[in-house]
């Protein structure tokens, strides 16, 4: 892919969808089911238009787009037609990439969805453990944090809705946050810190996290997005800037 010279003004939203871009990195004719809001969603439909162009998308319902459409707008081109009954096969046989947003994660992936508080008598109730089970058990998983805390990060989750690695997990990939790359490259499959987003200083982020991590002596920064990336999201894939409602700069 060509390359050259970055604009002085990324954004911090920029840097996360280009590291929700890398999470689809190698993962061919797949669906992207990046569910977890407007970053990933827009990493994704980078990652196709860009190094990935073998991955499969929609507009956000039931049709596959014949090109990666831009947020809001709804598939012009369509190559084909994918209901429920046959997304759920996809499910089980391995052929999605989701990407999830947990209200809470631990150290070996295991997120929630359902709950917060004793599943008897919970102080919140969420979503309900929903696809979590099966995107976990049989599909890569990925996970989208737009606001990195100790909240979501914790020892313990208060009710497992997406097994981790520790379960019997199929791959949980990684976890991009507004702070950092996060992933399971240990020996025991341990939540460890990839790389802090440029301006982020590793002391920022395990002070916004709720559990231990494995830190490498040696931590890069998350990649910028090079020139192109960055023109492709700001004049064809996310025009009015929507990326920025969820990370403000």
């Known amino acids: 892919m060509a390359g050259g010279e970055v604009s002085a003004d ?3 939203a920029e840097i996360c969808a280009v590291a929700c ?12 089911a990046a ?40 598939a012009e081109e369509i190559e084909g037609w994918l209901p429920f009954r046959d997304h759920l096969w996809l499910v089980l046989n391995g052929r999605r990439h989701v990407v999830m947003g947990p209200s809470q994660i631990d150290r070996y992936g295991n997120s929630n969805i359902s709950c917060i508080g004793a599943w008897e008598r919970p102080e919140r109730q969420l979503l309900g453990a ?3 089970p099966g995107n976990t058990l049989l599909n890569p998983t990925s996970y989208w944090v737009p606001k990195h805390s100790a909240r979501v990060f914790t020892d313990k989750v208060d009710f497992v809705s997406g097994v981790g690695w520790d379960r019997g997990a199929h791959e949980i990939r990684a976890v991009v946050t507004n702070l ?9 499959r341990r939540m460890r810190l990839r ?3 440029p301006g982020v200083t ?5 002070a ?5 991590l494995a830190i490498p002596e040696r931590l890069p920064e998350t990649r910028l997005p090079d020139a192109v990336e960055l023109r492709v999201m700001r004049e064809e894939l996310d025009p009015k800037g929507l990326r920025e409602r969820e990370v403000p700069s």
Do not use: C, N, W
């Not at 190698?26 to 992207?32: F, K, L, N, R």
């Not at 950092?180 to 490259?185: G, H, I, R």
């Open 10 to 12: 990324v954004t911090r």
């Open 21 to 32: 871009a890398e999470l689809f990195r190698g993962d061919g004719e797949i669906v992207a």
């Open 35 to 74: 569910v977890a809001g407007f970053v990933p969603m827009l990493g994704s439909r980078l990652a196709r238009a860009t190094f990935e162009p073998g991955l499969l998308t929609t507009d956000g319902g039931p049709a596959l787009s014949a090109e990666p459409v831009p947020l809001g707008r709804q």
């Open 130 to 132: 929903r696809g979590g």
């Open 180 to 188: 950092a790359v996060l992933d399971f490259a240990t020996p025991d």
């Open 195 to 197: 790389s802090v987003h």
């Open 202 to 206: 590793v002391e920022d982020v395990v």
């Open 208 to 212: 916004a996290t709720g559990l231990e």
